[in-house]
């Protein structure tokens, strides 16, 4: 297949998001078979400055109270994300990948503010900042996002793609196959948020086709 009939094909990323870094796949082919092109991590954090991959977190695991400190953290928590997300879309488009949709598979939602322990309120404030961090990148870039819990994306997976768990589950284990590092839990998970993305991609594509394949409406008056 060369680049231009690729780049025809949707292709979708799927992301797990940690604490300053988060695991990518890049899917693209059918929804009844989808294809594992390309996976690896990126970083949501400034490695240079391993306080902001926690961010929220003082000395002895208390939580961060310096407005200062945490106004910069937040800023190169925004500027590495964007960072990545412009080369991470770079990466794929000099493959020959158009991406138009992402998901992004987190381990919580929770309101920061209805914590009242400190250190999992800290937390909780960090997985807000890096979840909202990376959906802005992407969104900033044109690709639109979806957020899905962990405990909740194979039961939304199972109705969606209108398969059991089970399947779900070789889908997944068969796409890890062609990969030569790691492939664990949050590559998988990773990878049902991309295929999940695929699909909605999919059913975005061939609206786009069908309605540039409709005939154009006449008005009356240009009859007369």
């Known amino acids: 297949m060369d680049i231009a009939e690729m780049k025809t094909n949707p292709a979708a990323l799927g992301f797990r998001v940690k604490s300053g ?15 594992l092109c390309n996976s690896g991590v990126i970083d949501l954090s400034d490695p ?32 590495a994300a964007e960072r990545s997300i412009f080369d991470l879309l ?14 992004v598979v987190v381990g919580s939602v929770i309101d920061p503010n209805s914590i009242v ?19 802005a ?10 957020i899905c819990r962990e405990r909740d994306i194979y039961a939304k997976a199972s109705k969606s793609l209108r398969r059991s ?25 990773a990878a049902l948020a991309a ?6 991609a999919h059913r975005s594509s061939d609206a786009r086709r069908r309605r540039s394949a409709a005939p154009a409406r006449t008005s009356k008056a240009s009859l007369y």
């Open 21 to 35: 870094w988060a695991v990518w796949i890049l899917v693209d082919g059918s929804i009844q078979r989808p294809h």
């Open 48 to 79: 240079r400055r391993p306080e902001t991959r926690q961010p929220y977190h003082a000395a002895m695991g208390r939580l961060e109270t310096s407005a200062s400190k945490l106004k910069r953290r937040r800023q190169s928590v925004r500027r």
């Open 90 to 103: 770079k990466r794929c488009g000099d493959d020959g990948y158009t991406v138009h949709r992402a998901g």
């Open 117 to 135: 322990n400190p250190h999992i309120r800290a937390h909780a404030l960090e997985g807000e900042l890096f979840r909202t961090t990376l959906k």
């Open 137 to 146: 990148a992407l969104e900033s870039r044109g690709i639109r996002c979806s």
């Open 165 to 189: 768990l089970g399947q779900i589950k070789r889908a997944l284990a068969g796409l890890g196959d062609s990969v030569d590092g790691p492939w664990r839990a949050d590559q998988e998970l």
């Open 195 to 200: 295929w999940m993305s695929l699909q909605s």
